[in-house]
């Protein structure tokens, strides 16, 4: 069964940075896409960023430029990095990853725990 597990998260004064880890118990090159969502108190969660096996990667409109999503498969580790944040990036964040299967031509899903980021004015 995969694991996700999230770190990295705490508090920090708006402006300041973080960077987020979710280290894999496998391969992340088994799966097609890895992503990052965020979810506060009372809000739905949203995607905040994403990269593909290829390398691809694509940003929510209120990170870009702000945010970084990379990955080190020799770490199986996916990265978000977090710059010039802002209280309203308070959030859960939770690492997702998502495997295809072309034999039964259907995608799962995993997701990590959850880690917690606090910005303060």
């Known amino acids: 069964q995969v694991q996700l597990v999230e770190s990295g998260g705490g508090l920090v004064q708006a402006g300041g940075s973080l960077r987020l880890s979710c280290a894999a118990s496998?391969?992340?090159?088994?799966?097609?896409?890895l992503r990052w969502y965020r979810q506060a108190p009372g809000k739905q969660r949203e995607l905040v960023a994403g990269i593909t096996s290829s390398g691809s990667t694509n940003y929510a409109d209120p990170v870009k430029g702000r945010f970084a999503i990379s990955r080190d498969s020799t770490k199986n580790t996916v990265y978000l990095q977090m710059n010039s944040l802002k209280p309203e990036d308070t959030a859960v964040y939770y690492c997702?990853?998502?495997?295809?299967?072309?034999?039964?031509?259907?995608?799962?899903?995993?997701w990590g725990q959850g880690t917690q980021v606090t910005v303060s004015s």
């Open positions: 496998g391969s992340i090159f088994m799966f097609n896409v």
């Open positions: 997702n990853a998502e495997k295809y299967s072309p034999y039964t031509d259907s995608r799962s899903q995993y």
